[in-house]
């Protein structure tokens, strides 16, 4: 697992403990769309994770300009931290300490 697939998984399970949507897009660095969509069930935002050593690519940053036209709505990340630090400032739904672990029962994603 590379590092930004790591930081992914990591941002994916915080989400899942928070009852955020999370969507992983695949193949996404190539044609520049944002590597995961969360959404709140208000509202929608898009993050590239970026491990230390990554760079955005030119098409990266014109998709990111180009989301954030009307109103900052994606945003480039390098840790679950700062996704929390995002959303605590700009999801309608509070944020709690307490993360609950969803884990997997016979299939299905229960939380404990």
Known sequence: ????????????DW????GFKY???IAASKNGIPDCVIDDLHD?????VKSENDVLSSIQKHTIKILNTNRK???VVSSVNEVINVL?????VK????IKKPRVVIGRVDEF
């Open 1 to 12: 697992m590379t590092p930004a697939q790591k930081i992914k998984s990591e941002i994916a």
């Open 15 to 18: 989400c899942r403990g928070q």
């Open 23 to 25: 969507f992983a897009i």
């Open 44 to 48: 929608t935002w898009y993050f590239e």
């Open 73 to 75: 709505r994606a945003y």
């Open 88 to 92: 605590k400032r700009v999801s309608k």
């Open 95 to 98: 944020i709690t300490d307490n």
